[in-house]
Structures are given as C-alpha cells and as structure tokens.
C-alpha cells in the first residue's frame, strides 16, 4: 500500500486511498479471482485497478458509499475480463452475467422498492448497465467512462446510445 501512497500528492487523497485499500482489497481479488481462477493474475488485476483509482481519487467524494463500491467492482471486473480475453488470444470473448456472479447487479435490484426504471436497468446487459450507471448515476463524463471500462471514446459513445435506446424499449414493454 505504501507505494501506492507514495504516487498520491494531497494527505486529503492519500487517506481516502487508505479507506478505500482497507475497505475493497479483499473484495477486488474475490472478483478478479472468480473471473481468471488465478491467483497471480488476480493481484495483477488487483493492482492495475488499484492504479487506476489512483488516477481518479480526486473525484472519489465518499471511499464507503454504495457508488464507490460499484465504480471499484465494476473497474475490477473490467480489468479482469480484458486481461481473460487477452489470455485467450481472443478479440472478443462473450461472458454472462452468471459466469462471473456480478456483485455489482445486486444493489440495482434494491433502488428504491423496485422501480420500474431500477427493474428495468437491471435487466440490461451488463456492459450496458455498467455503461449508464458510471456515466449517469456516478456523473463521469464519457472520457471518464472510457477511461474506466478501457474503451475507446467512440466506443463509448455509441454504445450508452445502445444502451439508452435498449432501456427505452424494455421502459416500453413494462408500460403495456
């Protein structure tokens, strides 16, 4: 942990990077591990997400609030999924919802007693609920999200508009 304090400049940032070290290490792994079944590659997956935060302390506001959490699942998730694909030397390797046991899905289905927007947000795909949820529940702006999800900004892009558009039809069909 040390060293990842040592790349920190404010003590402010450098005691929410400790919260949030103590708060998510063990979970992080628990995810990377249950997507790789690799212990080594967990820690390296582990790490990069870990750098990562570090790039984007300064727009952490709460290190133990439920949007924090989903930002580092989701991260660890993203990491772990790219490093698997680039494992198999595949360009695109499809992954269900229940291979990898998404922490992440659990709190959607909790928002506010089952609304039909929060039911219907967790029926998306999980790119594309990860997609909305960075960029509309956490407020990160498209670059941002690019950055997180290691996507291009472009890719980005288009696919929130999938996205929004795929959440519109399903807002629909509940409607009738």
């Known amino acids: 942990m040390l060293i990842y304090i040592q790349m920190i400049e404010t003590p402010e940032e450098k005691s929410k990077f400790e919260q949030i070290y103590l708060e998510y290490c063990d979970l992080m792994f628990y995810i990377a591990n249950r997507i790789l079944h690799d212990k080594q590659d967990s820690e390296d997956v582990v790490h990069e997400a870990f750098l990562k935060i570090i790039k984007m302390i300064s727009q952490i506001d709460n290190p133990k609030c439920p949007k924090t959490k989903n930002l580092i699942v989701?991260?660890?998730?993203?990491?772990?999924?790219?490093?698997?694909?680039?494992?198999?030397k595949l360009q695109y390797v499809p992954i269900d919802e229940e291979?990898?046991?998404?922490?992440?899905?659990?709190?959607?289905?909790?928002i506010e007693s089952q609304s039909s927007l929060a039911l219907a947000i967790a029926t998306l795909p999980a790119k594309y609920r990860e997609l909305l949820l960075l960029r509309y529940d956490n407020g990160f702006s498209e670059a941002e999200v690019a950055q997180i999800m290691s996507m291009s900004l472009s890719n980005v892009h288009k696919s929130i508009q999938r996205a929004k558009k795929k959440l519109q039809s399903i807002?629909?069909?509940q409607e009738r």
């Open 74 to 88: 989701i991260m660890v998730e993203r990491v772990a999924i790219d490093l698997w694909r680039r494992r198999q």
């Open 171 to 173: 807002l629909e069909k």
């Open 99 to 110: 291979d990898i046991d998404l922490v992440s899905a659990k709190p959607i289905e909790d």
